[in-house]
């Protein structure tokens, strides 16, 4: 099997979480179940919580960009709807946020297979 580079790997992953996350088939603030999109609560330059999948939410366009009280128009109002709706998620990210960590290829290669492993048992 040839090596990887981790570009490509990156974006595997980023596309394997993002189905992940969109398998729930609604938005999880209005209930929309059509164009739903991954969000990441903490931003993707946070390699260590960009693939967790503590870390992301299913939203419509409207609650994640469109609307005055999207999460990217109003962080403060998704920020205390996270905290409301998905508490341990909320205590689990403020915890490991400020974690650092350096990520090799085999780092990258474990977190890919993980993220297939659970996409294949969601079957998404």
């Not at 595997?12 to 603030?29: A, F, N, P, Q, V």
């Not at 993707?44 to 919580?49: A, E, I, K």
């Amino acid at each position: 099997m040839k090596k990887q580079s981790k570009k490509n790997l990156k974006k595997k992953m980023d596309k394997l979480w993002s189905e992940i996350i969109r398998s729930g088939g609604r938005c999880e603030i209005c209930g929309k179940t059509t164009n739903l999109q991954a969000h990441h609560v903490i931003g993707r330059r946070n390699l260590s919580l960009r693939w967790d999948l503590h870390n992301g939410v299913c939203l419509c366009p409207g609650c994640h960009t469109f609307s005055k009280t999207s999460a990217h128009q109003n962080p403060i109002y998704f920020l205390d709807w996270f905290k409301k709706h998905r508490p341990e998620d909320y205590e689990y990210l403020i915890k490991k946020k400020n974690k650092t960590k350096t990520f090799y290829l085999s780092d990258y290669e474990e977190i890919y297979k993980e993220l297939k492993e659970v996409r294949d048992k969601k079957d998404v």
